[in-house]
């Protein structure tokens, strides 16, 4: 199953711009996921050119990441109004180095903000 294999694709790549309009088109929410390998001036440009696209949060909350990483994220997300997602990085209970199980604690007031914006509220 690996690159290569007899079943591999490829994986494809469209435009930010495009990959935003389309999932506008079927009513989907978007984050900014693990925004810490582009780097904060990246994934700031990325929010401030795309927020009005539907670009509408940052992950801010993410297992791997220290208090100081999250809060610089937090404030982040805070600058642009954006809504703030969190997820623990769970691939399976035998993937060395990851967490345990899958799960991640995210504070009020962003928890409620968070499914409001899901429409779960």
């Known amino acids: 199953l690996g690159d290569g294999g007899p079943v591999a694709l490829p994986i494809g790549r469209m435009p930010v711009e495009q990959a935003l309009e389309l999932a506008a088109s079927v009513g989907a929410r978007v984050s900014l996921a693990h925004p810490h390998t582009l780097g904060a001036p990246i994934a700031a440009d990325l929010m401030r050119r795309n927020r009005e696209r539907g670009l509408g949060a940052i992950e801010a909350g993410y ?14 997300a805070a600058s642009f109004g954006a809504v703030v997602t969190a997820g623990s990085d769970f691939h399976g209970a035998n993937q060395a180095g990851g967490p345990a199980a899958p799960g991640i604690e995210l504070e009020e ?7 409001e914006w899901l429409g779960l509220a």
């Open 63 to 76: 297992g791997p990441y220290g208090a100081r990483e999250r809060s610089e994220w937090f404030e982040m």
């Open 109 to 115: 007031p962003h928890a409620s903000r968070l499914c």
